[in-house]
């Protein structure tokens, strides 16, 4: 097969109001890093509105777009994870819809691979323009708590716009998981990885697609996904609180034996509470980690493909990530 030089990869969810204005920048963008010689991968993650067949449209006009219409909404990781399985290119683009990222870094960052002999320049906000206080206050405290606790260094103030090499997708690509988490299944590949400091602007037009529930969600797939930390805390709290149980029962027995022990129900109600939240955190923390194990069990397919508009190079054209699965056992039955 022959590759482009370069893939751009494109998750979208209700981004109608975008399309136009993304696919002339980023084809421009394109065009002027590498020639003719590219592809733009745009992923319809199941949107409510009218862009798949925008992509349609666009892929119609355009040989150098692929437009794939997921069966459902996904998911914004495993969307970007179906773009990533199609597309060719030697050198591959990640970028959102909502034209936060400017497209028009894409040669500065090529010239910053090659400069550097890297296979990862990943984009580092230096600000973030058109963002409230409260995103912007959660993001920072978010990326800082995950460099604590997570075993893999995860870069700050980063998201999936990066360029990537060939090498460096392969290697994503072959880790199996279905709660996925992008920008720290990167970090976990190694190879030479370099930062690129920009500014992002405000998003073009729409709605974010990412409120405070998806935020969050993101955020425990990122910690579980990348660390057992929280594990580990619940077993140090524990530990604490079997020794502030014995320190209790010694000043009990204490009490008991020179007659000065005070009885009321106000310590007892605060050590049963007090007891009660941190053995349902911890249960809470356990299940998370049992829910990832029990949907990884399960082995289905990371996501479905309905309709795919352009030229199709790649290998998704079977309609959907396939897992290896073990060859069936003979049956006696007849």
């Known amino acids: 097969m022959i590759r482009p030089a370069l893939s751009v990869v494109v998750p979208c969810y209700n981004e109608e109001a975008n399309l136009d204005v993304l696919h002339a920048r980023v084809s421009a963008a394109a065009q002027a890093a590498v020639g003719a010689d590219y592809e733009i991968i745009f992923v319809n993650d199941g ?10 449209r666009l892929a119609a006009a355009d040989p150098h777009l692929v437009a794939i219409n997921l069966s459902r909404n996904h998911g914004h990781q495993l969307a970007l994870t179906a773009g990533l399985d199609l597309c060719c290119g030697a050198q591959i683009l990640i ?32 600000r973030r323009e058109g963002e409230t206080f409260f995103k912007k206050a959660t993001a920072a405290a978010f990326y800082r708590v995950l460099d604590r ?3 893999t260094p995860i870069p700050l103030d980063t998201g999936d716009f990066r ?21 720290g299944m990167v970090a976990w590949i190694g190879f030479r990885q370099v930062p690129f400091v920009y500014d992002r602007a405000e998003r073009h037009a729409g709605e974010t697609n990412y409120p405070l529930g998806k935020m969050i969600r993101l955020a425990l797939d990122a910690v579980t996904g990348f ?25 009990i027995a204490i009490g008991f034996f020179t007659g000065t022990a005070v009885q009321g129900w106000t310590s007892t109600m605060l050590v049963v509470v007090l ?41 998704a054209t079977l309609g959907y990530k396939a897992r290896a699965e073990p060859a069936p056992e003979p049956s006696d039955q007849p």
């Open 47 to 56: 949107s409510r509105d009218a862009s798949w067949p925008a992509m349609q």
């Open 95 to 126: 970028i959102d819809a909502d034209l936060q990222d400017p497209p028009e870094l894409l040669s500065d960052m090529r010239a910053t691979m090659a400069v550097e002999g890297a296979d990862v320049v990943y984009a580092v906000r230096r």
């Open 149 to 151: 606790v997570t075993d």
């Open 163 to 183: 360029l990537m090499s060939r090498r460096a997708l392969d290697a994503l690509l072959s880790l199996p998981e279905q709660a996925r988490f992008i920008r």
């Open 227 to 251: 660390s057992t930390a929280p594990l580990r805390f619940a077993s140090h709290v524990g530990l604490a609180l079997t020794a502030a149980s014995l320190l209790l029962l010694v000043y």
């Open 275 to 315: 007891l009660g939240a941190v053995q349902m955190f911890v249960l809470g923390m356990i299940g998370e980690y049992l829910g990832r194990l029990y949907v990884e069990s399960k082995r289905r397919p990371l996501y479905l493909v309905a309709d795919v508009a352009g030229p199709v190079r790649g290998v």
